[in-house]
């Protein structure tokens, strides 16, 4: 659930999907199929009825903690982030005149829809912030959340990494986690190129 790409979005329909999985593997094991778990397809069909009340239990706890942990997961009152084109999403509720105005503008404009077809979501926001800059602020803002805990959660990993007792002694640590954190990797073979070999005398 995790990286560059990820949003609101896309984490809370894994998550239900997720969800949805566990219901169709409790209805599964009570039927004695035990596709989902490889390991126990080949051991004998006692030991499997042993485990499945086993199973079963587990199961149903991790959708009692998956319920608590993420207490509510519509977003439905995003679809229109989604796609905003759609005659079927919902009116969002919560948007002021000028922004409810450029939605629109923007479900007007025929060029948009097909670029809209073409470009990902966050980058169609993105493209249309000049044009649209109340409503594709709105959006952003909604997009945005898990993008920057994602960026901060990986920064606090590469610092983890470098802060070990085997190299305690480095002294420009925002130097090098700007290095590691660059989405720019270097050109080793022609930074070799500039530099002379050292010649054996």
Not at 72 to 96: H, Q
Not at 123 to 148: A, D
Request: glycine residues 2%; contains cysteine; charged residues 25%.
């Amino acid at each position: 659930m995790q990286g560059n790409k990820e949003n609101i979005l896309t984490c809370t329909d894994k998550i239900l999907a997720f969800k949805s999985k566990l219901g169709v593997w409790k209805n599964h094991i009570s039927k004695g199929n035990f596709e989902m778990f490889p390991h126990l397809l080949g051991q004998a069909a006692e030991m499997n009825q042993e485990i499945a009340q086993h199973i079963q239990n587990h199961l149903g706890a991790l959708e009692v903690q998956l319920c608590k942990y993420f207490p509510s997961l519509t977003t439905s009152l995003y679809d229109w982030v989604r796609n905003p084109f759609s005659e079927m999403v919902l009116k969002p509720e919560n948007l002021n005149l000028q922004e409810e105005e450029e939605l629109k503008e923007l479900q007007c404009d025929r060029t948009l829809r097909m670029k809209f077809m073409d470009t990902p979501l966050d980058q169609f926001w993105i493209m249309i912030k000049e044009e649209h800059p109340s409503v594709s602020e709105r959006v952003l803002n909604i997009l945005l959340q898990f993008s920057i805990s994602y960026m901060c959660e990986q920064a606090f990993s590469c610092i983890t990494t470098m802060n070990s007792k085997d190299r305690n002694r480095l002294l420009s640590l925002g130097d090098e986690l700007r290095v590691c954190l660059s989405k720019i990797r270097p050109t080793i073979k022609q930074l070799r190129k500039k530099k002379q070999a050292q010649i054996t005398h």
